[in-house]
């Protein structure tokens, strides 16, 4: 995986960092495995705006990413790997030799051919899906689970990975990519490797029109509204807008937003590195 700079022939180009799609092998995507996904463009289900800012974009199918890897036992071969619009990582298509496919999100250095598989007594290799007690202390992981069967839902972006510190009893010790220091329980299920397409983070728009497509609307400065539309709007002249905070006047730095009794707080060792 690389990334690009275009030459500034036009203004839209000179600023224009995109990736490059060389480890894409299928154009068309598994057709039993997509659906149609229908955009809100920020409205609930009266209709009302409740998120500001969406709207437009270029129409997606929604691929299903299996996030269980709950198919054990049979082993898989890598039949494609695959550009998502809907996510930042790319995808690999499975053919199972029983016959069933899915999608998986494609780890770094996951090719076309390889063999990957699900379950207890797999090895911990790359593509491999298994419980975090059969993992090797040190490895990096991604696709995490917080409970037994729930699916995946930690390290899926780009790049990104969390890496096996140690156990203690029914508990592994992760260390997030984010880094956040906790424990998970020992049967939840995670994958071993780094989540591919690391040089996204790379990558520049070069002009308003990419974020146009991805469904992204023009975004209004507090600072540029009147005093009735935000806390920090109005003044003469321009100003700077007084302390942070949000249009419903929570501070938007030095206050923390997690819940003091929050449940989970008891699993969390050391607090994510700001």
């Given at each position: 995986?690389?990334?690009?700079?275009?030459?500034?022939?036009?203004?839209?180009?000179?600023?224009?960092?995109?990736?490059?799609?060389?480890?894409?092998?299928?154009?068309?995507?598994?057709?039993?495995?997509?659906?149609?996904?229908?955009?809100?463009?920020?409205?609930?289900?009266?209709?009302?705006?409740?998120?500001?800012?969406?709207?437009?974009?270029?129409?997606?199918?929604?691929?299903l990413i299996d996030f269980k890897r709950n198919h054990d036992g049979v082993p898989a071969?890598?039949?494609?790997?695959?550009?998502?619009?809907?996510?930042?990582?790319?995808?690999?298509?499975?053919?199972?030799?029983?016959?069933?496919?899915?999608?998986?999100?494609?780890?770094?250095?996951?090719?076309?051919?390889?063999?990957?598989?699900?379950?207890?007594?797999?090895?911990?290799?790359?593509?491999?899906?298994?419980?975090?007690?059969?993992?090797?202390?040190?490895?990096?992981?991604?696709?995490?689970?917080?409970?037994?069967?729930?699916?995946?839902?930690?390290?899926?972006?780009?790049?990104?990975?969390?890496?096996?510190?140690?156990?203690?009893?029914?508990?592994?010790?992760?260390?997030?990519?984010?880094?956040?220091?906790?424990?998970?329980?020992?049967?939840?299920?995670?994958?071993?490797?780094?989540?591919?397409?690391?040089?996204?983070?790379?990558?520049?728009?070069?002009?308003?029109?990419?974020?146009?497509?991805?469904?992204?609307?023009?975004?209004?400065?507090?600072?540029?509204?009147?005093?009735?539309?935000?806390?920090?709007?109005?003044?003469?002249?321009?100003?700077?807008?007084?302390?942070?905070?949000?249009?419903?006047?929570?501070?938007?730095?030095?206050?923390?937003?997690?819940?003091?009794?929050?449940?989970?707080?008891?699993?969390?060792?050391?607090?994510?590195?700001?």
């Amino acid at each position: 995986m690389a990334v690009r700079k275009l030459k500034p022939t036009t203004p839209g180009q000179r600023h224009k960092i995109i990736g490059t799609f060389e480890e894409i092998t299928a154009r068309v995507p598994e057709k039993s495995l997509t659906v149609g996904k229908h955009s809100t463009g920020g409205r609930n289900n009266e209709g009302h705006l409740t998120v500001r800012y969406r709207g437009g974009g270029h129409k997606r199918k929604y691929r299903l990413i299996d996030f269980k890897r709950n198919h054990d036992g049979v082993p898989a071969r890598v039949k494609s790997i695959e550009y998502d619009p809907n996510r930042s990582a790319r995808i690999a298509l499975l053919y199972y030799v029983d016959g069933f496919k899915a999608y998986i999100i494609a780890p770094n250095g996951l090719t076309v051919g390889m063999m990957v598989e699900s379950g207890e007594n797999v090895a911990p290799e790359l593509g491999n899906a298994l419980p975090l007690n059969k993992i090797p202390v040190g490895t990096l992981i991604h696709n995490i689970e917080l409970r037994p069967g729930q699916g995946a839902c930690m390290a899926r972006s780009a790049g990104t990975f969390a890496q096996l510190v140690s156990r203690e009893g029914n508990y592994a010790i992760v260390k997030l990519p984010s880094g956040e220091t906790r424990k998970i329980l020992a049967t939840c299920r995670a994958t071993v490797g780094v989540v591919g397409n690391s040089d996204h983070a790379l990558e520049q728009s070069g002009k308003a029109g990419r974020s146009r497509w991805l469904g992204r609307r023009p975004h209004n400065r507090g600072v540029v509204m009147n005093p009735v539309d935000h806390p920090m709007g109005g003044g003469e002249g321009r100003q700077s807008g007084g302390h942070p905070r949000s249009r419903n006047g929570i501070y938007a730095k030095g206050l923390k937003t997690r819940k003091p009794k929050k449940q989970s707080s008891k699993y969390i060792i050391e607090r994510r590195k700001k």
